[in-house]
């Protein structure tokens, strides 16, 4: 630890944003990268805890205290070395990740917690600044080949791990572009995708051969992969939206989450809106906010992106409901330190402006004679204790302007397409919630398959969907060649510092 006192002399102080008012106007990033002294000043905050707790909050058990400390004494190419041990790409998890381990930071207990997260982001950013990112080319390969089929986080940790152990890799994508959600899905107000682009042509650089618009299961069939390769990782994603069965839900005017955002990432890269993120046409081209009254179903993250893309649409009004209470605005005492906390969350997308409802029942889509939306019925759902049981009751009808609904309301399980069909027909099971089954390495009841990522665990976050692919890479690697130096997981400071 460097600065014994840093801790109490010092206060969180997260980077800077760019004001509401400029931002709304463009699609650019809304953080701005913190300066250098300021991230080392933040980074001395980090104190000699003893039992880092981090490490666990972190799902890729990142040293952070490690790499913390060697910001804070100006090693910043020893602390580059230290989080690229057990992060494939902190530059995503540094701007997106909603941060575990900051839930679990010792100092959270009583004070604000460390600002791993920016400390994160600046690392990596100093070193691509400074040229330390080089492509990994193996000197040694393995005669073993690897598919991949999904090039989303899971997918593109799992082939620069495999490509390091020396194995050929090739990733399958359906799309028209890699980068599975991290393209697609998130908003580039959030996560820049030249930011996705650089990384992309990195691994390219070290071996890793990219295959878009390549649908696997239609024109390209899983029996040739399991023919071709040694080995074939699925991490194709959870991405089959729930569907609101109120009344009127066929009016126009209806859209899931995923089809409004992608098309507007299209928009900002200049692709044609001819196919969407799964490569299939989309129902309507032109989803776009500007002047409308938009109602976005769901609370979560998927929803608070559609209400920072509809406020740089210019919507007239833009109201998010969600079913599930307001949570609490600090830590629920059912979740206390070092879990995840149940609480409010605000996010950048939130401050530019929306009316959030809780406990919201949809009742009705609400369309005029040519069958297009303009109205939602809504009640307030309340709770009351009856015969010793909780009992749900609407009150409060009543009706919300509406012409633009977008569906933010979850994601039910992997599709279930002619990929998931000739998965299953090798052998792969599926689970009660229709995602693809694997053991505790990742490997599918057919040997030859592995999954990982939101294909198996549901619909979760970058950093967990990079640790699957990670593991699912060390664990193939070692039913490839018997054994394995992959990192896995469990990577201590002790053999970090050793490297
Ligand atoms: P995905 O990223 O879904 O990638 C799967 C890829 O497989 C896709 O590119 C898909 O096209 C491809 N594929 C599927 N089937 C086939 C096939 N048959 N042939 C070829 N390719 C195929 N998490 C965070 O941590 N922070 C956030 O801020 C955040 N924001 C989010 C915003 C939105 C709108 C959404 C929907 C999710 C968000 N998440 C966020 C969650 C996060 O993006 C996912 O958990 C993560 O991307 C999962 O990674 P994955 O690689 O398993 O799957």
């Known amino acids: 630890m460097g600065k014994p006192t840093g801790f109490l002399e010092i206060d969180r102080k997260l980077a800077p944003k760019r004001a509401v008012s400029e931002r709304v106007n463009d699609y650019k990033e809304i953080e701005i990268l913190n300066s250098t002294a300021d991230t080392e000043a933040q980074a001395s905050r980090c104190m000699d805890c003893g039992t880092p707790f981090c490490h666990n909050g972190c799902p890729l058990g990142n040293v952070i205290p490690e790499f913390n400390d060697a910001v804070y004494e100006q090693n910043w190419k020893y602390a580059y070395d230290i989080l690229s041990t057990t992060n494939n790409?902190?530059?995503?998890?540094g701007r997106i990740c909603p941060a575990p381990c900051e839930s679990s930071c010792v100092l959270g207990i009583n004070k604000p917690a460390v600002a791993i997260e920016l400390i994160e982001k600046s690392i990596i950013e100093k070193a691509y600044a400074e040229g330390w990112v080089i492509p990994f080319v193996p000197k040694v390969r393995t005669d073993k080949k690897i598919a991949i089929i999904g090039s989303g986080p899971a997918g593109l940790a799992a082939a620069a791990q495999l490509n390091k152990a020396g194995h050929f890799v090739t990733v399958y994508e359906r799309a028209d572009q890699i980068g599975g959600l991290l393209r697609y899905g998130i908003p580039d107000f959030k996560l820049d995708k030249s930011v996705v682009t650089r990384r992309v042509e990195i691994m390219k650089q070290e071996g890793i051969i990219f295959v878009t618009n390549s649908n696997v299961g239609t024109a390209d069939k899983l029996a040739n992969l399991t023919n071709d390769f040694d080995a074939v990782l699925v991490a194709t994603g959870s991405t089959t939206p729930r569907v609101i069965l109120a009344k009127g839900n066929d009016a126009l005017g209806i859209y899931p989450a995923m089809e409004f955002l992608s098309q507007q990432n299209k928009r900002n890269a200049s692709i044609n809106l001819e196919v969407n993120h799964k490569g299939e046409k989309y129902h309507n081209t032109n989803i776009y906010a500007e002047g409308k009254h938009v109602v976005i179903i769901g609370g979560g993250d998927t929803g608070s992106d559609c209400v920072g893309t509809s406020n740089r649409h210019r919507?007239?009004?833009i109201t998010q409901?969600?079913?599930?209470?307001?949570?609490?605005?600090?830590r629920a005492s059912n979740t206390p330190w070092p879990n995840w906390p149940n609480m409010l969350r605000t996010s950048t997308s939130h401050d530019e402006g929306v009316e959030r409802l809780w406990s919201i029942s949809l009742q009705e889509f609400i369309k005029n004679d040519r069958g297009e939306l303009e109205a939602l019925l809504i009640g307030d759902i309340v709770y009351n204790m009856k015969d010793g049981k909780i009992e749900q009751e609407v009150i409060n009808s009543r009706k919300i302007p509406c012409d633009l609904a977008l569906v933010a309301a979850g994601f039910i399980h992997t599709d279930h397409d002619s990929l998931f069909d000739q998965l299953i027909s090798v052998g792969v099971k599926s689970d009660e919630r229709g995602n693809l089954v694997a053991n505790s390495s990742y490997q599918s009841d057919n040997e030859k398959v592995f999954?990982?990522?939101?294909?198996?665990?549901?619909?979760?976050?970058?950093?967990?969907?990079?640790?699957?692919?990670?593991?699912?890479?060390?664990?193939?690697?070692?039913y490839l060649m018997g054994k394995?130096?992959?990192?896995?997981k469990s990577v201590s400071s002790f053999d970090v510092l050793a490297k």
């Open 321 to 330: 409901i969600e079913v599930m209470p307001k949570p609490p605005v600090d």
């Open 89 to 93: 790409f902190p530059e995503f998890t």
């Open 451 to 478: 999954i990982a990522g939101d294909a198996r665990r549901g619909q979760s976050l970058v950093v967990w969907a990079i640790s699957e692919g990670r593991e699912a890479a060390r664990n193939i690697d070692l």
């Open 315 to 317: 919507a007239a009004s």
């Open 484 to 488: 394995t130096s992959l990192e896995g």
